[in-house]
C-alpha cells in the first residue's frame, strides 16, 4: 500500500497548475498617435475586449480622467486635444488595478456587479469581493495643439510622401516632414527644425 507521501504527491501532479495573473493577463501595446487637433487610439476596440469591460464603463473612465471629449469609431477612440501614450497607458493600468483585478488573487477574471447604488468587484476565481470607491477625476494636461517645438517628440501617423520621397504628418497646421518613413507608419519623432507651419524631423529608435 502506498504510504501518505506517495499518495500526496500523486494527488498535486495531478492538479491542475493555475497559471499566475502575468502569465494569463497581458494587454496589447497601445498604438496611439496625434492626427490634427485629435489624439488617436488606434487599437482602443482591441484593448477594451482583453478587458472584458463595456464602452459605457470604461471609455467614459478614461474621457472623464483625461478631462476631454471623444467618441469611438469602430476600433479606434478619437480624442479631442492632444495627448501622450505614456499618460494614456498610465490610466489604463489604473483601470485594471481598480476596476478588473481582484486585490486577493490578482486574477482579472472578474465582473463588475451593482448592489443597490454600490459598484461591486467579484472574482470568478476566488469569490473575492470588494465595494469600488468614487474616485475623483484628475484632468491629465494636454498639449496645446499649436505647440510643436524644436527638440520634442511626437508620436505621428504617416499620411502620405513628399516629393523628395519623405514621410508626411500633419499635427493642427504643421506638416512634419519625416525622413525613412512610409504611410500608414505610426513613429516617433523628434522635431530638428520648424520654418512657419513646417517641420523636419527625424525617427526616434
Known amino acids: 500500500m502506498d504510504n501518505y507521501d506517495t499518495l500526496l504527491s500523486r494527488a498535486v501532479s495531478k492538479t491542475p497548475r493555475l497559471e499566475s495573473s502575468g502569465e ?15 489624439t488617436v487610439w488606434d487599437n482602443y476596440e482591441e ?8 464602452t459605457e464603463h470604461f471609455g467614459k473612465f478614461i474621457l472623464r480622467e ?6 469611438v469609431e469602430g476600433n479606434r477612440m478619437i480624442l479631442q486635444g492632444h495627448f501622450t501614450s505614456d499618460a494614456i497607458n498610465d490610466l489604463v ?9 481582484c486585490a486577493e488573487c490578482g486574477r482579472p477574471d472578474t465582473r463588475l456587479i451593482k448592489y443597490d447604488r454600490v459598484t461591486t468587484l467579484k472574482c470568478d476565481a476566488c469569490g473575492a469581493q470588494r465595494s469600488i470607491q468614487k474616485r475623483r477625476a484628475r484632468a491629465v ?9 524644436e527638440g520634442k517628440v511626437y508620436e505621428v501617423k504617416i499620411e502620405t510622401t513628399g516629393k523628395k520621397g519623405d514621410g508626411i504628418a500633419r499635427v493642427d497646421k504643421f ?13 516617433k519623432v523628434r522635431i530638428n527644425k520648424v520654418d512657419g507651419t513646417r517641420a523636419f524631423a527625424s525617427r526616434e529608435q
Not at 29 to 36: V, Y
Not at 66 to 71: E, I, Q, V
Not at 93 to 101: D, F, P, Q, T
Not at 175 to 187: E, K, L, S, W
Open 24 to 38: 494569463r493577463f497581458q494587454l496589447p501595446k497601445l498604438r496611439i498617435f496625434i492626427e490634427g487637433r485629435t
Open 47 to 54: 484593448v477594451r475586449e482583453k478587458l472584458n469591460r463595456d
Open 66 to 71: 483625461l478631462g476631454t471629449a471623444g467618441k
Open 93 to 101: 493600468n489604473e483601470y485594471v488595478a481598480e476596476y478588473v483585478r
Open 141 to 149: 494636461s494636454n498639449k496645446p495643439t499649436a505647440a510643436i517645438e
Open 175 to 187: 506638416t512634419i516632414f519625416v525622413n525613412g518613413a512610409r504611410p500608414g507608419d505610426i513613429v
